[in-house]
């Protein structure tokens, strides 16, 4: 969903999904808008094992996705060049993201397919933080991000219990 938008600003991106229909479907539509981005079909443990690295890194709305959180931000971090950002925006494991994110977004409003999220994979700051140190990326801000549906707009700041982004500093190799 990012990487258009950031081709369009001139950015050289990569985007990639472990899901091969995905990338047919995201390659199909940059292709017919005309714009250059290389997507792959791979996971990012597995491109972060063939050497690839990049100045930034973005895993939005993923982490609550993977099977296993430690090994995916590992690869996250390992994909960032020294002194590279990293970006991770995610759903926090709270009462009040369990009301908007799954029976609000899910079941009442449908934004998304029922069975989207499972509470219990979301990630807490604390979660997202300490993993990421360990492998070299330094947190530098967390910003809660909400909706506001009079306005249908997206905005930073607030609390962290729903929604939240990360951005962290690659510090080593």
């Known amino acids: 969903l990012i990487a258009e938008p950031l081709s369009r600003l001139g950015g050289v991106i990569t985007a990639i999904d472990a899901g091969d229909e995905t990338i047919e479907a995201a390659r199909l539509h940059a292709d017919q808008s005309g714009l250059a981005i290389d ?26 996705h993977v099977a296993d959180l430690g090994g995916f931000l590992a690869a996250s971090a390992q994909l960032v060049r020294p002194g590279g950002m990293l970006f991770a925006a ?10 908007l994110g799954i029976v609000a977004a899910e079941r009442i409003l449908r934004w998304l397919p029922p069975g989207t999220h499972q509470w219990l994979k979301f990630v807490r700051p604390s979660e997202l933080v300490a993993p990421l ?13 909400r909706y506001d549906p009079l306005a249908r707009a997206w905005s930073l700041g607030g609390g962290l219990a729903v929604n939240y982004i990360a951005y962290g500093e690659k510090t080593e190799s």
């Open 133 to 145: 140190r360990r492998h070299g990326v330094v947190i530098r801000d967390i910003s809660g991000i």
């Open 90 to 99: 995610t759903l926090n494991r709270t009462a009040a993201s369990y009301i």
């Open 39 to 64: 997507y792959r079909q791979i996971s990012a443990e597995e491109l972060a094992a063939s050497g690839d690295r990049f100045d930034c890194v973005l895993t939005l709305e993923v982490v609550e």
